[in-house]
């Protein structure tokens, strides 16, 4: 007897619940009544599979147990608006001003967003002034006194080869009021936020303020993290350049260990909060005998724990390496006080920790060992962007620049479902992206190292 592919459908609501869809309205400044020199280009399009035709939506739900769990018709699902040129946009291209900040760590690929905004507010819409402004959100603060830079196709021509950001950076809270003081100074229309979810919590007061104001100035975030954690956005850019990196890192760690007797071969990756890197980085080569994630506590001693495992690990096959995220294990250590100047938690570091328990527990086994211990710490973000990123960066940078343009503000460009979209700053803000312990990435970890689901 067939079955009808509804009737196979898993959704865990109970009865008679509908699971309620995140607001995804864009905020915009006024209706866009000015034709986008990118009008022509435009009216030559034909929707295919490829595009996404800018009154189309797409769903936020790519499963039919997601979809059905709506409970509404086809035409009300949740849907996001695709990224990309509008045919009217909001401000007149030769009367508009618009400046660049990056804030937060650095990250792959700050340099081609920098060089992919000027590009096309200059080239396309013939926007006449980019203004850059320096050292992150402290650039627009008086008593710091940071000059501003004049950003023209001819300065950024060949920024990307470079790692890092030409505008420099810096960390932390600066007044939303000053910030807004110096934007009207500088006759600012668009302001595009390069950063974290940090500096898109400084961007959305910065809205506020704005519209306190009653100013019409948009802003719109290129969401950076080479952790991954923004929620909604498949992979951030750089994310990929910095986990091949990090790969090399295991690969020679794999080599050590293999070179020495009981060798071990011990990596300590970025990860505050999400273990991305170290999951992706362990996949790339299957190099790892164990992945250690924030997400996914862990026990050491005792029958089931990491150190047995990794003992027997050594004694069937000579060697064996682990990878350690930054934020992995900071159950089993003392949490030191404070948050830096991005509000984040501080950490315990793991990697010596891991270390020294290590050697202890060999040594009690009277197995010896040696154990070689890698963090390439800041080497995996402060590089140029591979070509993948590179050009993952540029279509970001295209993609925030149409929405500015058109009048959108308080949003994030972001790539969902493979699809260039955007989203709601604070939907990017509202929850860290993480490996799921019971997502296929976790498993595919699970699968390639041959480690037990959990230790201890
Ligand atoms: O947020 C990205 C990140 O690279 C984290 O993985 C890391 O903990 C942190 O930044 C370190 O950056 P900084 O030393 O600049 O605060």
Known sequence: MSTAPHDRIVVHLPAGRTKPAPDLTIATLGRPRITSPLAPLLESRRTTEHYVDEDDRVLLDDTLAGVTARGVAPADLPGLEPCGPRRQIFFDPSKTRAAIVTCGGLCPGLNDVIAGLVRNLTYHYKV???IGIRNGYQGFVPAYGHDVVDLTPEVVRDIAVEGGTVLGTSRGHQDPEEIVDCLERLNINILFVVGGDGSMRGAMEVVRVVR?????????????????????????????????LASDAIRAARVEAKSTANGI??????????????????????????VLIPEVPFGLDGPGGLLEHLRKRVAERGHAVVVAAEGAGQELLDAPDGHDASGNRKLQDIGPFLRARIAEHFAAAGVETAIRYIDPSYAIRSVPANPYDSVYCVRLSQAAVHAAMSGRTEMVVGRWRRRFVHLPMRLAVSRRNQVDPH??????VLESTGQPARFG
């Open 128 to 130: 006449r002034r980019v």
């Open 265 to 290: 071969g011990l990596v300590k990756l970025m990860g505050r909060h999400s273990g991305f890197i170290a999951c992706y980085a362990a996949l790339a080569r299957s190099d790892a005998d164990v």
């Open 439 to 444: 997502g296929d990435l976790w498993m595919a």
């Open 212 to 244: 306190d104001r009653g100013l019409r100035i948009a802003v719109v975030g290129v969401p950076k993290t080479i952790d991954n954690d923004i929620p909604m956005i498949d992979q951030s850019f750089g994310f990929q350049t910095a986990f091949s």
